[in-house]
C-alpha cells in the first residue's frame, strides 16, 4: 500500500504503527510517499487532529494475506 502524504502534518507517527523507517524523510509542510509493510489484521487509519475523527475522517483497513 502506497500512500500520498501532504500539507501541514507529518507521516512521523507510522513507525510507532507500522514499522521502523515508515515517514522517515516526509517533513511538515512538503510532500512525499511511504509505502509501510503491514502484517494481516485490522488497522484504523485517521487523522489525528481535533475534530477530524469525531467528523467522521478515519476508515477501517483490513489486510488479509495473499
Do not use: Q
Not at 15 to 20: G, K, Q, T
Not at 29 to 54: D, F, K, S
Request: charged share 15%; aromatic share 4%; net charge neutral.
Amino acid at each position: 500500500m502506497a500512500s500520498r502524504a501532504a500539507g501541514t502534518g507529518s507521516v512521523g507517527e507510522a513507525p510507532r504503527n507500522c514499522h521502523a523507517g515508515s515517514g522517515n524523510g516526509i517533513a511538515p509542510g512538503t510532500n512525499g510517499w511511504t509505502t509501510p509493510t503491514l502484517h494481516p489484521g485490522r488497522y484504523e487509519l485517521v487523522r489525528n487532529l481535533p475534530g477530524h475523527h469525531a467528523a467522521g475522517m478515519h476508515a477501517e483497513l483490513d489486510v488479509t494475506d495473499r
